[in-house]
């Protein structure tokens, strides 16, 4: 807030510290500047495609942009807290809120287009509300979303009090996952990226976990839990696709030794894992003392 002895001021840098690439000072941030940049880049570029004319349907395309986005910034949000740990680097926490409300304003836009498509036909839409699996999930998760983005300021924080406001955005891992069944209910063909992020969310649930029961994860942990992450992965593909298009499990299963051709979401995962676990300890020697914030 501003100083009652700032009120007549009439310089613009009274107003910097209410942009969203600054600190609490007013100062610039960099995080903050660049990952503002990235999470408007997806909105921009859709604008550049439908100016030129690209997709066919603008409604259903930014439909399913948007929906991606906020389901792979949700991923982002549950994934700066084990990174500020794991890499030392306090001030990723700077970007955290800025990633939940791209997050939300991507689901919003996502539900925005939806009821355009259906022409605003309410009770339409309510029926498909209530019928249908896979928008209850979306809905609910959406409506979850509200409350954490709502909720994701200083006097929320005030009002609640500290340990309030952290149970309260403990429902950001119901939101999550009831994202990732929205997902994995929409996209039936191709479920290549919704295997990914449900792998991706399960190794960052699983840390949770082991860092609570640990006390802090070690370098022996996180090689552990690549491989079991990639294999949960690739246990779960397979179970999508035979229960989404009715395609043999097996041939599934199989598909993930034929490397030439495709590498298949359970070795991205684990790929993945095995650079998180690496890289740590690489980050170490060049960062051996942790980063101090200062400010949230």
Known sequence: MLDIADKGRTSPGQWAHYMPWSERSGRLSQIKLLTFLIVCAPALYW??????????????????????????????????????RLLRLNRLILVRRMLGIAALIYGLIHLLFYFVSQDWDWPLIIDGMLTALYLT????????????????????????????????????????????????????????????????????FLYRGLRRATGEARLSHLLILAPI????????????????????????????????????????????????????????????????????
């Not at 604008?47 to 906020?70: H, L, M, T």
Request: aromatic share 12%; net charge neutral; hydrophobic share 50%.
């Open 47 to 84: 604008a550049f495609e439908i100016w030129a004319d690209i997709p066919a349907n603008p409604v259903n395309y930014i439909i399913k942009q948007s929906g991606d986005w906020s389901m792979r910034l949700m991923v982002a949000v549950l994934a700066v807290s084990p990174l500020r």
């Open 137 to 204: 999930t979306g809905y609910v998760a959406l409506a979850l979303m509200l409350v954490l983005g709502l909720t994701s300021n200083d006097w929320s924080i005030h009002t609640l009090g500290t340990n309030g406001w952290r149970r309260l955005h403990w429902i950001v891992y119901p939101a999550a996952i009831l994202s990732l069944v929205h997902f994995l209910l929409e996209v039936r063909a191709d479920g290549d990226e919704a295997a990914i992020i449900a792998g991706l969310l399960l190794y960052l």
């Open 229 to 296: 992450c990639g294999v949960a992965t690739l246990l779960l593909e397979a179970a999508y696709y035979k229960w989404g298009t009715g395609v043999h499990a097996e041939s599934i299963l199989w598909a993930n030794l034929d490397f030439p051709h495709d590498i298949r979401p359970g070795w991205w995962v684990l790929f993945a894992g095995l650079v998180i676990a690496f890289g740590t300890k690489a980050f170490e020697r060049f960062n051996p003392n942790p980063q101090r914030m200062r400010s949230k």
